[in-house]
């Protein structure tokens, strides 16, 4: 099965400045990626390179094995940006028709709306009369209009109240789950943490981290274990456990510091301690997000 994005040291410069800098990744079918990093990162421009929409200075974006400008690749993408602009003085079911004629195999209105869950009323509304959230829906229905095999979406869910973000999440998996394939920018890190099966993270212009939010968290970050214990316990037979890296104790209530928490956890029970109030703390993506920006700016 062939990738249906491939990136291949891809390099975008402005004015002498990289703003990418040889960037390679590959991105199959069925993947929800996460594009992260802080203002600035390149991750907005790589996107926009692999849309065609921007010309890289040096390397190649294949999508579908094909050229991101042709009409061929073009009829398997969807596309929702984070400034939506629509067009004026139409109805709001007369533009997606208009959509839906661009494509080949487009989906039908009735399947639009379930996705999207417009309303009738949404639907006769004119472009300019909506608000910022229904715009947003709206976008996101022009996007799945052609039917498409890869979709892009870049900061999908500013503007859009709590209800609003969930019901997009759940179709934005629906989506995955019949085998198309998802890329998302986002700020909110918590959404990339929820639904993300892959992140890249990017910074200064490079990827910096590549791989699922579990292995990045566990790669990168202390997990603890905190319990109270009935009998007396010394913190030197904690410490002694293998895969223990620190050990605190705070008015009767110890946490144990490891990359390993399960393992951690078995040994404890195998010791047949009588474990109270037990809680395990994982890394947060915030965390590891953290750290490593931070790392890379100090080398």
């Known amino acids: 099965m062939h990738s249906v994005v491939q990136i291949e040291n891809l390099t975008k410069e402005f004015k002498g400045r990289k703003a990418v800098e040889n960037v390679s990744f590959s991105v199959e079918p069925g993947e929800i990626i996460a594009i992260l990093g802080p203002n600035g990162a390149g991750k907005s421009t790589t996107m926009l390179m692999m849309l065609g929409l921007l010309k890289p200075t040096s390397g190649e974006v294949k999508l579908f094995q094909g050229d991101p400008v042709s009409r061929a690749v073009h009829e398997r993408i969807g596309v929702m940006l984070q400034q939506v602009s629509l067009m004026d003085a139409l109805k709001v079911k007369e533009?997606?028709?208009l959509f839906q004629s661009y494509y080949p195999n487009p989906l039908s209105m009735e399947k639009l709306v379930e996705l999207t869950?417009?309303?009738s009323d949404e639907l006769n509304k004119r472009t300019e009369k909506l608000s910022g959230g229904q715009k947003r829906r709206v976008g996101f229905a022009l996007a799945l209009a052609g039917d498409p095999d890869l979709l892009f979406f870049d900061e999908p869910t500013v503007g859009m109240d709590s209800t609003a973000r969930k019901q997009f999440w759940l179709t934005v998996k629906e989506l995955a789950a019949q085998?198309?394939?998802?890329l998302f920018s986002t700020h909110y890190l918590q959404e990339a943490d929820?639904?993300?099966s892959r992140i890249i993270l990017f910074n200064q212009g490079k990827v910096i981290a590549d791989g699922s939010p579990l292995e990045l968290k566990q790669s990168l970050l202390r997990q603890s274990i905190s319990f109270k214990m009935n009998e007396t316990t010394k913190k030197e037979i904690l410490m002694s456990l293998q895969d223990v890296l620190d050990v605190l104790e705070d008015k009767g209530r110890f946490t144990v510091m490891t990359e390993n928490p399960d393992h951690v956890l078995?040994?404890?029970f195998e010791l047949d301690m009588k474990l109270e109030d037990v809680a395990i703390e994982k890394g947060r993506l915030e965390d590891a997000f953290e750290h490593l920006t931070v790392e890379?700016?100090?080398s």
């Not at 085998?179 to 998802?182: F, L, M, R």
């Open 95 to 97: 533009l997606l028709a």
């Open 117 to 119: 869950g417009m309303t």
């Open 179 to 182: 085998g198309k394939t998802i």
């Open 194 to 196: 929820d639904i993300a």
């Open 266 to 268: 078995r040994k404890l």
């Open 296 to 298: 890379q700016e100090v």
